[in-house]
């Protein structure tokens, strides 16, 4: 059996240098972009500068569809309402769009 004194040291920790057996180096995370880069940043429209996106039909529909389902769950889904809670939806996010222009 082995004393202590008999066995070799343990390697020291080198600031670096990696051997074939030990952990492979951990990879950064890259950095993140600087907000004014022109990858990140929305080109400017023509007009006026409004950097919104425009809505898409199907997306206004999403949105009419979405205010329909809350009035509707606001009165517990009682029957007969449909149409109105629909005519109200669409008046309510079209007002709201007209609103962000």
């Known amino acids: 059996m082995a004393k202590a004194k008999d066995r070799p040291a343990p390697a020291a920790k080198s600031g670096g240098a990696r051997t074939a057996g ?3 180096i951990e990879a950064r995370k890259p950095a993140k972009a600087a907000p004014d880069t022109p990858e990140i940043r929305q080109p400017e429209r023509e007009s006026g500068g409004d950097t919104r996106p425009e809505l ?3 997306e206004v529909y999403k949105l009419i569809q979405q205010s329909a389902y ?3 769950k606001a009165r517990d889904f009682a029957p007969g309402h449909e149409v109105q809670d629909w ?13 962000r222009a």
């Open 56 to 58: 898409s039909p199907e």
């Open 70 to 72: 809350f009035k509707a």
């Open 22 to 24: 030990s952990r492979p």
């Open 87 to 99: 005519i109200e939806a669409e008046q309510e996010v079209r007002r709201r769009l007209e609103g």
